[in-house]
C-alpha cells in the first residue's frame, strides 16, 4: 500500500489505490463451501434427502428422512472417505417411526482437504443398511 502525505494543515491520510483509481472499497467474503444439494436415498415409500456441505475437515448433511407405519421404522447414516477409498468418520439419526423428521449429521473428515466422497445410507430400525448411495465432493 502507497501512503502519501497531503497538504500542510489536512493532516496525513493513507491513500490506497482504488482510492486513487475511484474503484469502491472491497471488504473480507465469506468463503463458499461446496453443496451436493440433491442427495436422494429412496427405498420403497421411504427416503432420506437433503443437502452436503463440504468443509475443509468434515461434511454435513441437513435434511429429512420419512417412515411410513407399513415399512418400519428408518435411520440416516452418512459415512466419509478419503481419495483412497479409506473411511474417516461417520454418524447417525436416532430411529423416526411413522413420521418425516428434519435432522443435521456433521461428520469428521480429518485430513487436508477433507472428504473426497461421502456415503449416505437409509437404515432400517435395527441400523441395517436398505438403500446407500455415494456421492463425490464437487470441484
Not at 11 to 26: E, I, K, N
Not at 28 to 37: D, E, M
Not at 44 to 49: E, I, L, P
Not at 79 to 95: I, R
Request: proline share 4%.
Amino acid at each position: 500500500m502507497r501512503r502519501m502525505k497531503m497538504a500542510a494543515g489536512l493532516g496525513t491520510a493513507t491513500l490506497t489505490a482504488g482510492m486513487l483509481l475511484g474503484l469502491p472499497a472491497t471488504s473480507a467474503q465469506a468463503v463458499a463451501y461446496p453443496t451436493t444439494p440433491g442427495v436422494h436415498v429412496p427405498f420403497g415409500a421411504t427416503y432420506t434427502m437433503g443437502t452436503a456441505t463440504w468443509y475443509n475437515r468434515s461434511v454435513t448433511l441437513t435434511g429429512e428422512h420419512r417412515a411410513i407405519s407399513s415399512s418400519g421404522c428408518r435411520a440416516t447414516w452418512m459415512y466419509t472417505y478419503d481419495a483412497n477409498g479409506q473411511q474417516l468418520g461417520s454418524a447417525g439419526t436416532s430411529v423416526i417411526c411413522n413420521r418425516t423428521a428434519s435432522f443435521t449429521l456433521n461428520v469428521s473428515a480429518d485430513v487436508p482437504g477433507g472428504a473426497a466422497k461421502i456415503t449416505v445410507c437409509l437404515d432400517d430400525g435395527n441400523y441395517v443398511d436398505l438403500a446407500c448411495r455415494s456421492y463425490i465432493r464437487p470441484s
